[in-house]
């Protein structure tokens, strides 16, 4: 099976991560297929030897000690492969999920936020067998190709038998590897699309609850399950034509070496021992049971790994090294930038710039730009064209370091990642202390309700109840803790009561506020605060000013607010 460059470089990696464990493997698999190969020809002798009424005990305690080995060499052979799988599943999950958060929000445009679960866990693990299936695979060949030379060893005619039989079984091989690869990638890529579906409706529990369309989605996420059926009968089927082909040809090709054995036995030139021994290697030639099971495990390791690759193949944004300059107000430029979201220009030729030190309000309808822009304004997507500089240095041209210390974003969906609600506040700090967290969370009005919890600010996340607007008050504390040059702040006060929202506003746009601020603002007293606004209106910036000019002059800004808050704003 063909394997593109990513796929082959991952699994390659993969192997190098548990070289020596690997190594260990294939030792133990191999010295467990020469012990195999030894015990019959040990059988033999020893069977021989009885029949001659000659003293046997030696070969009987080889046999034993054989036996023994066997399992010993089983037990290792177990261990090895459990931990060699487990620790290649982690490799390839701290690589694909580094891959993933380098990607940023093009990941989950890509891929969906399921389909990228159902590979980063399903997908991962069923690679993860890769390296152990290579191993348990050079075994599995190792017993035929040992047999077939053991039967040489006895009588080249023996060997001559089997042989015949082989172009069968090659042929037997290649055309599962080929079948168990298409069918095999056609069930991964149906469970992709099922565990999409469920992430969608997981993530609006509580609008499907309030529709009453739990019946209707579940419906819809289980509508796949038909062609995921079909798809895991076909594999079954080419893994059961194969075995009853195996089954069809293995004995044959053994009747033929016994039978032939049976000949030269009454010629005199073999011994009743060399005649058991020949049938058991007989029997370890015509393994195909189990290079077919071996074969179709390291098939579908392959096709998840390649599912694996594809997420790799995504290009990540490149850092340069470059740092900002060290006294820069937070200056945001933005030269020509155009964004598309799929075949949609989303922002068109935007040219913007937001002196340092001061608050510009992004205002316009829904799907205007505003959260695209303001994703590209601290890299969290690139534009298509154009550039985007902060204190006059591009932002690709600085490091990963820098850049996301001079950037700090609060949503209006904050995720509260962290072990305690300190630790979700100072995310991303290099060198948090206690007294800069709660400084930050009596800026965001968070103190109070986060000292009311349990066990205050060590609480862990997952026991603390909050609200939406708690949660947002989190994520602007978490933000406020960031000191960066730069805030955006993507509606990050939606959920936030009037006088939360009044607080932490002054807090954020008056005069006490230090650097740049970048505000998606949906009410107007929000974008009354601001020095500037910016008013997007089909993916260009229609005009630039303050809030009381736009709304003196444009009919059409005004709107943006919806007639109750124009009668406000009069």
């Known amino acids: 099976m063909s394997m593109d460059p990513t796929t082959g470089g991952l699994l390659t990696a993969a192997s190098r991560h548990s070289g020596p464990r690997w190594a260990a493997l294939c030792l133990v698999s191999v010295a467990a297929t020469g012990a195999g190969l030894l015990l019959p020809a040990a059988l033999g002798r020893a069977l021989d030897l009885l029949l001659a009424h000659a003293p046997a005990t030696r070969w009987v ?83 035929p190709v040992g047999g077939v030379v053991a039967l040489g060893v006895i009588d080249p005619w023996l060997a001559a038998a089997f042989l015949t039989g082989a172009p069968l079984l090659a042929l037997l091989l290649r055309s599962l590897a080929r079948d168990t690869s298409t069918c095999v990638a056609d069930y991964q890529r149906v469970q992709g699309r099922i ?25 819809r996420i289980l509508r796949p399950l038909p062609e995921l059926s079909r798809a895991g009968r076909r594999m079954w089927r080419v893994q059961g034509r194969a075995a009853a082909r195996a089954v069809a040809v293995a004995p044959l090709l053994h009747l033929a070496v016994v039978a032939v054995a049976g000949m030269l036995l009454s010629r005199h030139r073999l011994s009743a021992g060399d005649v058991l021994a020949a049938s058991r290697y007989a029997v370890l030639a015509t393994g195909v049971g189990v290079l077919v099971g071996q074969l179709s495990g390291l098939v579908r390791a392959r ?24 006294d820069g107000p937070g200056h945001l430029e933005l030269r020509g930038v155009s964004a598309r979201r799929g075949a949609r220009t989303v922002l068109d030729g935007v040219d913007l710039v937001v002196p340092g030190g001061t608050t ?48 700090a974003y609060a949503f209006d969906r904050p995720a509260l990642l962290g072990t305690t609600v300190e630790d979700t506040i100072a995310l991303g700090l ?3 202390s206690p007294a800069r967290v709660r400084e930050a969370a009596r800026t965001a009005c968070a103190d109070a309700f986060v000292r009311r919890l349990p066990d205050g600010y060590a609480t862990p996340v997952a026991d603390a109840p909050h609200s939406g607007g708690e949660a947002q008050r989190l994520g602007l504390a978490r933000a406020f803790a960031q000191r960066g040059r730069l805030l955006v702040l993507d509606d990050a006060l939606s959920s936030l009561d009037t006088v939360t929202e009044h607080q932490v506003t002054e807090a954020v746009l008056g005069r006490a506020a230090t650097g740049t601020r970048l505000v998606v603002a949906h009410r107007a007293a929000t974008a009354a605060r601001a020095d500037t606004v910016a008013w997007l209106d089909g993916g260009r910036v229609r005009a630039v000013g303050t809030h009381a000019q736009l709304w ?16 406000a704003g009069a």
Do not use: M
């Open 303 to 326: 096709t998840a790994a390649r599912r694996l690759g594809e997420v790799l193949a995504e290009p990540a944004p490149a850092h340069g090294d470059r740092s900002l300059p060290p």
């Open 430 to 432: 290099r060198c948090p």
């Open 360 to 407: 510009l309000a992004l205002v316009g309808r829904s799907g205007a730009g505003k959260s695209l822009l303001a994703a590209l304004a601290g890299r969290l997507t690139d534009p298509d064209t154009g550039e985007v500089l902060l204190d006059g240095v591009a932002l690709p041209a600085l490091s990963r370091a820098e850049l996301r210390a001079a950037v």
């Open 61 to 143: 305690l080889i046999c034993a000690t054989l036996v023994l080995l066997l399992t010993g060499l089983d037990a290792c052979e177990t261990v090895l492969a459990g931990t060699l799988d487990a620790r290649t599943t982690a490799f390839l999950r701290r690589r694909v999920t580094g891959h993933v958060l380098a990607l940023g929000p093009r990941a989950t445009l890509r891929f969906g936020p399921g389909d990228l679960v159902a590979r980063l866990v399903g997908n991962a693990a069923q690679a993860g067998t890769a390296p152990g299936a290579r191993a348990a695979l050079l075994a599995a060949l190792a017993g």
């Open 195 to 219: 565990a999409s579906a469920l992430a969608e409706a997981v993530g609006g529990t509580r609008t499907i609850r309030a529709a009453g369309t739990a019946d209707r989605e579940a419906e």
């Open 552 to 567: 003196r002059r444009l009919p059409g800004y005004r709107a943006v607010f919806g007639a109750a808050e124009e009668e």
